[in-house]
């Protein structure tokens, strides 16, 4: 089991840029997928980044690749999540979450974070 907790959110401005910080707690981070959803008021939770165990493999959303980077440190047991160019259609709840298969999909990822919301204003 892991337990999730992201940081690293709060208000910049349109263009700016934003690293988000998950860390995980447990032994085994190192064995799992993490991936990156955000989520608007209404609106269901949307994958945004993945990433493979040990970093060799990344996917993302058509509207944040080439903006996004993911990436983790295992010796850290943290993911990240660089955000660049931001547009204010990124303003969310950004949640981190761990899976043991690869995967897009929400229901593929068995763990996650409490969320921290990025605002970005015009």
């Known amino acids: 089991q892991v337990q999730l907790v992201e940081s690293g959110g709060g208000y910049v401005q349109a263009g700016g840029s934003r690293r988000l910080s998950c860390a995980a707690s447990g032994r085994t981070f190192s064995s799992y997928y993490m991936g990156w959803f955000r989520q608007v008021p209404g609106n269901e939770r949307e994958f945004v980044a993945a990433i493979t165990w040990n970093g060799g493999y990344t996917s993302y959303a058509d509207s944040v690749k080439g903006r996004f980077t993911i990436s983790r440190d295992n010796a850290k047991n943290t993911v990240y999540l660089q955000m660049n160019s931001l547009k204010p259609e990124d303003t969310a709840v950004y949640y981190c979450?761990?899976?043991?298969?690869?995967?897009?999909?929400?229901?593929?990822?068995?763990?996650w974070g409490q969320g921290t919301q990025v605002t970005v204003s015009s």
């Open positions: 979450a761990a899976a043991m298969v690869a995967g897009m999909k929400e229901y593929e990822y068995a763990y």
